[in-house]
């Protein structure tokens, strides 16, 4: 670098040409070294570290200054010059392992600001101190090893790291083991790189089952590890001594025991232990049972507990105690992992046991079931089929068994109650509806006389029926038609037959000879073995119903035949060779006399009809014209009609009159329909006038009224034959006069009622009770 400057360190660090002004450069070029600075310092500050000068100061002034980062980018003022002097300073201590170097540049300019010297490289070196201990990346570390692993197994790696310079002794971490806990079997089992931290074991005897877990303190110090300069830390290693398959399953005992009805599956007989001292719930610890001898059938399995590890002696193939009354297994017990190399199995590995078979009183079986038998259909009653026997497998129990039929549909069968002979108790007929496929099928039972309790057992009995020609052919079909004129049509004919082959067809189908009319009159044409034709023999026959017998045979041996009747209606037919409905009616049997006789009275019944209905429409009409006023449902004889509201009561004396007298119009009457009337209003037709009285009348005139009213009502043609009771509406309460069931024929009243007497016999009862009458 081409420069005009020069640098001044500390005096105690100058070297030669130092005189009062400082060290100045001869040169013109000058690579500057770079500058140490000691982290950590205490100062005092600021310190000075280098000073700058040009060789231009004498001739002119000079402003120097810094820049870079720790100078004027961040982090700010870490350094600084005196700009008139040149010196530079450090204001406060320095920290490796936050920042480690600095470059920053040193510029030298006029009063004017002009560039005097160029910009020269200042490198600031910060030097590492031993300040920061080492640190481990976790302060707990899990490792796990194999029990019975050779020395020098690797276990795990531990790691700390440390600040400070790793090229210097500052940096340098190197790595011991303080403890180990336990100290068993030995108390150095581990050892571990001193540089890479690799712990490893170091002697044999690692066993699960004695310790299962080591807790060792891993120290790392730096300075190379010198205690006594170093610093140091420390972290927790924890070694897991993992499972191996080292012990074999053993029994507790060398043999066991059990007991199991006879017939029972899916029966639990001994639990076996084992001691297993590996892990529990491993594979190594988890126990397989195989029985190795004693049971060539199968009958049992060894299923193991998965919560206890035991074996559950079960029977999986039902035993028998007439058979076999007691077992003798040997049982091998193993792990799902294989052992371990090297380790043997113990002879304490296999175990023996017994199990008991306890008698059970079993069920009769019957040795062939279903059992079939074949006969010929239709032997008769009390006939012996065969016996149906039974077995009773408990051979060692003196029982007795009996037979009874469970099911017999059609009630054909009888079975010996102590030997189980089956006899027939009707005729077995193959064509029964009880019968499928030829086969007759029964249920019969055998029960024992055992204790706790009986036993009982089905058997079936399947009886194939072969069929004997029993059943005659029955023509088909039984009725027919045909014209009256022959080559026009043909009836097939054909049978039917309950038998089976070879006791049904070929058919014969022939005309008997009596009467003789009927092969005079028809013909049969045989077609095959099952099939054939009957025709009109004549050239014409009379339409009607004629009943035609045939005599069907089949091929049975003997042969069965059966004379059948079919009934042919003989028609006239159309060119299609249909039957005409003339036809049809005459081939009913009816001739024309009769149809012409039936057509008469029908046209008679229908005209019977027709007047009966005028006659009822004439009379409705008739009845309709001379209806009574009252119709049977408006009967008011012993009834109490309802009539409007009469008025106030009995203070009210001004009486309208008016209400009682012959309406001034009509028309509420004449428009009414025919039908239901009531007896208050007046009948259609001249009625005798009744009298007219003033609108608004004297009280005192009532009497009068009333006597008027009356002879016109007893002269009155149009009246009701009968008294009549008019109700009128409520009146309403608040009546001074009292209730009139008060009244009596005793009252003592001055009243005179003797006048009813003159009123007519319609008045009598009134006038006995209340005219003054003598008393019986």
Same mark, same amino acid.
């Given at each position: 670098?081409?420069?005009?400057?020069?640098?001044?360190?500390?005096?105690?660090?100058a070297?030669?040409?130092?005189s009062?002004?400082?060290?100045?450069?001869?040169?013109?070029?000058?690579?500057?070294?770079?500058?140490?600075?000691?982290?950590?310092s205490?100062?005092?500050?600021?310190?000075?570290?280098?000073? =700058?000068r040009?060789?231009?100061?004498?001739?002119?002034?000079i402003?120097?200054?810094?820049?870079?980062?720790?100078?004027?980018?961040?982090?700010?003022?870490?350094?600084?010059?005196d700009?008139?002097?040149?010196r530079?300073?450090?204001?406060?201590?320095?920290?490796?392992?936050?920042?480690?170097?600095?470059h920053?540049?040193?510029?030298?300019v006029?009063?004017?600001?002009?560039k005097?010297?160029?910009?020269?490289d200042?490198?600031?070196?910060?030097?590492?101190?031993?300040d920061n201990?080492?640190?481990f990346?976790n302060?707990v570390?899990?490792?796990?090893?194999?029990?019975?692993?050779?020395?020098?197994?690797?276990?795990m790696?531990?790691?700390?790291?440390?600040?400070d310079?790793?090229?210097?002794?500052?940096g340098?971490?190197?790595?011991?083991?303080?403890?180990q806990?336990?100290?068993s079997?030995?108390?150095?089992?581990?050892?571990?790189?001193?540089?890479?931290?690799? =712990?490893?074991?170091?002697?044999?005897g690692?066993?699960r089952?004695?310790?299962?877990?080591?807790?060792?303190?891993?120290?790392?110090?730096?300075m190379?590890?010198?205690?006594?300069?170093?610093?140091?830390?420390?972290?927790?290693?924890?070694?897991?001594?993992?499972?191996?398959?080292?012990?074999?399953?053993?029994?507790?005992?060398?043999?066991?025991?059990?007991?199991?009805?006879?017939?029972?599956?899916?029966?639990?007989v001994a639990?076996?232990?084992?001691?297993?001292?590996?892990?529990?719930?491993?594979?190594?610890?988890?126990?397989i049972?195989r029985?190795?001898?004693g049971?060539?059938?199968?009958?049992?399995?060894?299923r193991?507990?998965?919560?206890?590890?035991?074996?559950?002696v079960?029977v999986?193939?039902?035993? &028998?105690?007439?058979?076999?009354?007691?077992?003798?297994?040997?049982?091998?017990?193993?792990n799902?992992?294989?052992l371990?190399?090297g380790?043997?199995?113990?002879?304490?590995?296999?175990?023996?046991v017994?199990?008991?078979?306890? &008698?059970?009183?079993e069920?009769p079986y019957?040795?062939?079931?279903?059992?079939?038998?074949?006969?010929e259909?239709?032997?008769?009653?009390?006939?012996?089929?065969?016996?149906f026997?039974?077995?009773?497998?408990?051979?060692?129990?003196?029982?007795?068994v009996?037979y009874?039929?469970?099911s017999?549909?059609?009630?054909w069968?009888n079975?010996?109650?102590?030997?189980?002979? =089956?006899?027939?108790?009707?005729?077995?007929?193959?064509?029964?509806?009880?019968?499928?496929?030829n086969v007759?099928e029964?249920?019969?039972?055998?029960?024992d006389?055992?204790?706790?309790?009986p036993?009982?057992?089905?058997?079936?009995?399947?009886?194939?029926?072969?069929?004997?020609n029993?059943?005659?052919?029955?023509?088909?079909?039984?009725?027919?038609?045909?014209?009256?004129?022959?080559?026009?049509?043909?009836?097939?004919?054909?049978?039917?037959?309950?038998d089976?082959?070879p006791?049904?067809?070929?058919?014969?189908?022939?005309?008997p000879?009596?009467?003789?009319?009927?092969?005079k009159n028809w013909t049969?044409t045989?077609?095959?073995?099952?099939?054939?034709?009957?025709s009109?023999?004549?050239?014409?026959?009379e339409?009607?119903?004629?009943?035609?017998?045939?005599?069907?045979?089949?091929?049975?041996?003997?042969?069965?035949?059966?004379?059948?009747?079919?009934?042919?209606?003989?028609?006239?037919?159309?060119?299609?060779?249909?039957?005409?409905?003339?036809?049809?009616?005459?081939?009913?049997?009816?001739?024309?006399?009769?149809?012409i006789?039936?057509?008469i009275c029908?046209i008679?019944?229908?005209?019977?009809?027709?007047?009966?209905?005028?006659?009822?429409?004439?009379?409705?009409?008739?009845?309709?014209?001379?209806?009574?006023?009252?119709?049977?449902e &408006?009967?008011?004889?012993?009834n109490?009609?309802?009539?409007?509201?009469?008025?106030?009561?009995?203070?009210?004396?001004?009486?309208d009159?008016?209400?009682?007298?012959?309406?001034?119009?009509?028309?509420?009457?004449?428009?009414?329909?025919?039908?239901?009337?009531r007896?208050?209003?007046?009948?259609?037709g001249a009625?005798?006038?009744y009298?007219?009285?003033?609108?608004?009348p004297?009280p005192?005139?009532?009497g009068?009224?009333i006597?008027?009213?009356?002879?016109?009502?007893d002269?009155?043609?149009?009246?009701?034959?009968?008294d009549?009771?008019?109700?009128f509406d409520y009146e309403?309460?608040g009546?001074?006069?009292?209730?009139?069931?008060?009244?009596n024929?005793?009252?003592?009243?001055?009243?005179?009622?003797?006048?009813?007497? &003159?009123?007519?016999?319609?008045?009598?009862?009134?006038?006995?009770?209340?005219?003054?009458?003598?008393?019986?």
């Open positions: 670098m081409a420069v005009h400057t020069a640098v001044e360190t500390n005096p105690e660090k070297g030669a040409h130092q009062a002004n400082g060290l100045r450069r001869q040169k013109r070029d000058w690579v500057i070294p770079p500058i140490n600075v000691p982290e950590n205490r100062g005092p500050f600021p310190q000075q570290l280098v000073r =700058i040009s060789d231009k100061d004498k001739e002119i002034h402003r120097y200054s810094i820049t870079g980062v720790g100078a004027d980018q961040p982090p700010m003022e870490v350094f600084n010059i700009p008139v002097s040149g530079m300073y450090v204001t406060r201590p320095m920290d490796r392992e936050e920042r480690a170097s600095y920053l540049r040193a510029h030298a006029d009063m004017n600001g002009n005097v010297e160029n910009p020269i200042l490198y600031i070196y910060v030097i590492d101190m031993n201990r080492p640190e990346i302060q570390y899990n490792g796990s090893v194999d029990e019975g692993s050779k020395p020098g197994t690797y276990v790696t531990v790691t700390a790291n440390d600040a310079d790793g090229t210097t002794a500052n340098m971490v190197r790595y011991r083991i303080v403890t806990t336990p100290q079997p030995s108390q150095n089992m581990f050892t571990i790189n001193s540089e890479t931290g690799d =712990i490893v074991t170091v002697a044999a690692l066993d089952e004695k310790v299962q877990q080591y807790i060792v303190i891993v120290q790392a110090t730096d190379e590890g010198n205690l006594n300069y170093g610093l140091s830390n420390t972290a927790t290693a924890i070694i897991t001594v993992t499972d191996v398959n080292d012990n074999p399953p053993e029994f507790t005992t060398s043999t066991y025991s059990g007991e199991v009805p006879e017939n029972r599956v899916e029966v639990v639990n076996l232990t084992v001691m297993d001292r590996d892990q529990p719930h491993s594979p190594n610890w988890n126990a049972y029985i190795i001898s049971d060539p059938s199968g009958h049992f399995t060894v193991t507990d998965p919560v206890t590890n035991e074996g559950m079960t999986v193939k039902a035993v &028998d105690y007439e058979m076999n009354r007691a077992f003798m297994l040997t049982v091998m017990v193993s799902q992992a294989p371990a190399s380790i043997q199995m113990s002879f304490q590995s296999t175990a023996g017994t199990i008991s078979v306890t &008698d059970v009183n069920a019957f040795p062939t079931n279903h059992k079939l038998i074949r006969l259909e239709g032997v008769p009653t009390g006939t012996v089929l065969t016996t026997s039974a077995v009773d497998p408990d051979r060692f129990m003196q029982q007795a009996r009874s039929k469970l017999d549909p059609a009630n069968l079975i010996n109650a102590t030997n189980g002979q =089956i006899t027939t108790a009707a005729v077995l007929d193959r064509e029964s509806d009880y019968i499928k496929n007759y029964a249920t019969f039972l055998a029960a006389n055992g204790e706790n309790p036993a009982s057992g089905t058997g079936t009995l399947q009886i194939y029926l072969i069929d004997i029993d059943n005659a052919p029955e023509l088909l079909p039984k009725e027919a038609q045909i014209c009256e004129k022959p080559n026009l049509n043909v009836i097939n004919i054909t049978a039917a037959d309950a089976i082959d006791n049904v067809g070929p058919f014969v189908f022939e005309l000879s009596v009467p003789s009319a009927v092969r049969i045989r077609l095959n073995g099952d099939y054939a034709q009957l009109l023999r004549i050239m014409y026959l339409a009607g119903v004629y009943d035609v017998p045939i005599i069907v045979t089949d091929s049975g041996n003997p042969p069965l035949y059966n004379t059948s009747v079919i009934k042919v209606k003989v028609c006239p037919c159309d060119e299609n060779g249909d039957c005409t409905t003339i036809g049809a009616v005459a081939a009913a049997g009816l001739g024309t006399g009769a149809i006789a039936i057509l029908i008679i019944l229908l005209t019977m009809v027709l007047l009966f209905v005028v006659w009822m429409k004439r009379r409705e009409k008739e009845r309709h014209t001379k209806q009574l006023l009252i119709d049977p &408006d009967d008011v004889r012993d109490i009609l309802k009539y409007d509201e009469e008025g106030g009561g009995e203070e009210d004396q001004d009486y009159l008016s209400q009682l007298q012959q309406p001034e119009t009509m028309d509420h009457v004449l428009n009414k329909t025919p039908g239901v009337r007896v208050d209003e007046r009948p259609i009625e005798p006038q009298p007219i009285r003033p609108v608004i004297h005192g005139d009532i009068d009224f006597n008027e009213g009356l002879r016109a009502a002269n009155d043609p149009t009246a009701p034959p009968y009549s009771l008019l109700v309403g309460s009546s001074t006069a009292g209730s009139v069931s008060s009244l024929s005793s009252s003592s009243g001055d009243q005179d009622y003797d006048y009813l007497n &003159d009123w007519g016999p319609r008045f009598k009862k009134l006038a006995d009770m209340y005219g003054g009458g003598e008393e019986d």
